[in-house]
């Protein structure tokens, strides 16, 4: 019974952060075969290789283009802590003063009761504008923020939408989504409080130095 009782609760552990990357190629929002899949919601994204390397990722060339995805939450996820999301993109640009901006929505859903709709709430923190480092780069955005305690403990789905909202005049080369990150404080034990602190998260995402 006491070393039963000791681990009730996450409260005496650290846990690092939950993950969840979502690729592009795995969003359901495309229509057609693969090679050829366009996305189903606004604007003419389209499943395309990048350059000549072999990968497939949904090419957005136009300020408003957009991909949506549903997905089941993870059975871990502390509700009442932050959850994060950033994008992970390349270009075929080598201008380091281009910039981008991506957007990222959601609907939180409730099974049995909350009707399916495109994703529409912003992050509470939106993200932030990324600029590029060198042709295609494997980039990845800062973090936006869908602030803890949002969800209700009844959410257990997500719709979730990518936009890209706007580029650099400057940036006319290629611009592909490539995936979608979703980070979270998990709480793993049956115990009803969850840990003391959110999880502190390292400066690599597999590293150790925080």
Known sequence: MGEASRYFSDKCFVWRPGRLYMPVSEFTGWIGAAGV?????????????????GIVACM?????????????LPGDVDLKRDI???????SGSATTADTIDWKVFY??????????????????TVIAQDTVIGAYTWQRTAYGILKGGTLAQNVEALMLQVELDAFAAGLTEDKFLLGLEMTYTPKRLRGPDGMANPSAYPTTSLGSLY
């Open 84 to 90: 994060r999301f950033r994008v992970d993109w390349t």
């Open 37 to 53: 899949s366009v996305g189903a919601g606004t604007g003419a994204p389209v499943q395309q290789e990048v350059s000549t390397f």
């Open 60 to 72: 957005m060339d136009t300020a408003g283009d957009l991909l949506d995805h549903n997905i089941r």
């Open 107 to 124: 609907r939180a859903i409730v099974p049995d009761t909350t009707t399916i709709a495109a994703a529409a709430t912003a992050l509470d």
